[in-house]
């Protein structure tokens, strides 16, 4: 049931909830030292967060309030993790479904709702929350984000020592966009212009109904090394091993070591989105075993072990239930864009063709006297 | 013109460049074997010389990486120019162009703007094999947020490349690699045209031809016999394919209430298809006869033998010029 267990993988947050630091991993280990209770509760906030925004919204899509949704579920830790282990300076290049990492980027949650419920395309600012904007054809941002890091490198903005000026980027994308050869012209290109990258691959084991097995035949790990992108496996459910692991190649990106790909193992516990069925592939079993190993229940155990008490729990849910209903509320007064969107930002600047075609389509509205 | 110097149009492309590069910093060449080789045309010899590596880059062969990775690097504030190798050469970015680099403007509602020129050698006529001789043009002015536009001339060249890098919009730049090497002056006080204007560079009152890129050399061709046998051709060079300047070509129709255009791409749902329909829509009682255009045919570029008899040349323009006088 798991994906070629034999491989070496990085886990310091057992499901059990035991915080455990092997010697050959000590060196990531190194990067927990530095977390305050603070940080650790944190940590399992934002995940619940997440959780509940999952929920939320695959609600709201039931309601048709949403036209789809992409649950998360399951991968809350990966996300999670490696968002809060991106330095101020880094650019973030997500796929579609790194609700978690907007979520340590103060990314608007409506602006991803807008986006599901066909109201804009993204819309938030990506220079200015360095979250770039959400990218639905596989892997194409991942060339993106290797181009991005080339320009930071030609910027002389990478191991300077500097660290209020150095940078690095890190590119999010799954088991299925590993098959696109966009992910592995971006290894190349990052490798040979030695570009401060980091690979983020979440294989959450199912690309809609394709199993991990029908995308690779070595493990996603390795995918990177004959490009001279080396990589490692981390148990995608532990917060710590993934905050560690990404903090460490950040670290090591910015500082000028070139690029470095992490598998981060995990599951996709719901569906691929709310149009998916995924009973139709896939053996209950097989869910049952991953839940058991879920990202938060194994940071609550771990955390009700080291003394934090009912109330922080119950506060968790609390802020979940406020947030809910924010959401629900938001959501319930979207109105729909107005004409002139669908002709914005197409071009920089005027075009005669746009122009006339938006001048007609108002015209066109108006001439039924607002009852159209 | 007092600052003219006689250049052929890959040296032109090239001067353009140059004087791109030397203006701004950000502006970064990149593409398979562009460097010391200066590109399988040499329209960019000497530039690795004179700005070195940083500057002008030899790209690894993976056309969806050099433009995918260019949509990053103007993210980052630069203007890449990248050049695909041959036109046949551009359907592995072809993703990277049209659902990325297309439309990213638009998504991030105008946080992003995407200055990426893609430079690309295209036509036929040099004898080549296989997907070097293509006209891909249509498939990108078909694309919205791509600018696309086609020089027909060393003058035009090298102004719009440099037009070309100025836009803060993606634009398609293709050149036509059959006229490569003809000459022609070159201004440097300063531009005549915006990127995007047509040009009446033959005036005439019979019919109005229509051309872009190296059909416009055939088209005026095409007029200087027509001249002979007493008939008077207006000929326009588009320069830009997105958007079309239909003002200059609805002006010119209206005077001569007859239009030919002609290209080397095939005519199915083609530049030339969309001009018939838009001067029907836009000048529909001044015209005298049909559109009609002249084309490529409707099958892949044939081998090298048979492409004389595949791309239009005079006599084939003045047959269609002879049909639709016969109106």
Known sequence: ?372 | MSNSVELPIAKAINAGLREAMRKDPKVLLFGEDIAELGGVFRVTEGLHAEFGSGRVQNSPIAESGIIGTSIGLAMRGYRPVAEIQFDGFIFPAFNQIVTQLAKLQNRSEGYLQMPVVIRVPVGGGIGAVEHHSESPEAYFAHTAGLRVVSPSNPNDAYWMIQQAIESTDPVLFFEPKRRYWQKGPVNLDGASSSLHQARVIRQGTDVTLVAYGQMVTVALQAAEFAQDEGRSIEVIDMRSISPIDFATIIESVKKTGRLVVAHEDSTFVSVSSEIAARVSELAFYHLEAPVIRVGGFDVPYPPAKLEELFLPDADRILDAVDRVLAF
């Open chain 1, 1 to 372: 049931m798991t994906l070629d267990a034999s491989e070496p993988m990085v886990q310091f947050l057992s499901p059990e909830g035991e915080v455990r630091v092997p010697a050959q991993w000590a060196e990531y280990g190194e990067h927990l030292k530095s977390l305050t209770e603070a940080d650790y509760l944190k940590f399992y906030r934002e995940m619940a967060r997440c959780r509940r925004f999952d929920n939320e919204a695959t609600a709201l899509q039931r309601q048709g309030q949403l036209g789809l949704w992409i649950p998360a579920i399951g991968q809350e830790a990966a996300q999670i993790g490696s968002g809060f282990a991106v330095g101020p300076n880094d650019h973030i290049f997500p796929s579609y479904r790194e609700h978690g990492v907007a979520i340590t980027h103060d990314i608007d949650l409506m602006s991803i709702l807008k986006m599901l419920r066909g109201v804009n395309h993204g819309g938030w600012n990506p220079d200015e929350t360095r979250f770039h904007l959400y990218a639905i054809v596989l892997g194409t941002q991942v060339l993106h984000a290797t181009g991005y890091a080339m320009g930071v490198k030609f910027d002389g903005k990478v191991g300077t020592g500097n660290i209020d000026e150095d940078l690095a980027v890190i590119s999010y994308f799954g088991d299925g966009a590993t098959a696109e050869g966009d992910v592995s012209e971006s290894f190349l290109f990052a490798a040979i212009n030695h570009a401060p990258i980091v690979f983020f691959c979440q294989n959450n084991q199912w690309a809609i109904s394709s199993r991990v097995t029908n995308q690779t035949k070595v493990p996603l790990y390795q995918r990177g090394a004959g490009f001279g992108v080396p990589g490692i496996r981390i148990d995608g459910n532990d917060v710590l091993a993934s905050y560690a692991v990404t903090k460490k190649h950040m670290n090591d990106a910015r500082e000028g070591a070139g690029p470095f790909m992490i598998e981060a193992l995990t599951y996709r516990i719901g569906a691929h989105t709310t149009s998916d069925d995924p009973t139709k592939y896939r053996e209950d079993e097989e869910v049952e075993y991953w839940k058991a190993r879920d990202p938060l229940d194994r940071l609550e155990k771990f955390l009700r072990k080291n003394g934090i008490n009912q109330d922080f729990f119950d506060q968790v849910a609390h802020d979940g239930e406020v947030l809910s209903e924010e959401i629900r509320k938001a959501t319930f007064a979207l109105g729909n864009p107005p004409i002139e969107t669908m002709f914005q930002h197409v071009y920089s600047q005027q075009h005669p063709l746009i122009d006339e075609q938006m001048a007609w389509l108002k015209n066109y509205e108006e001439s039924f006297g607002g009852e159209a």
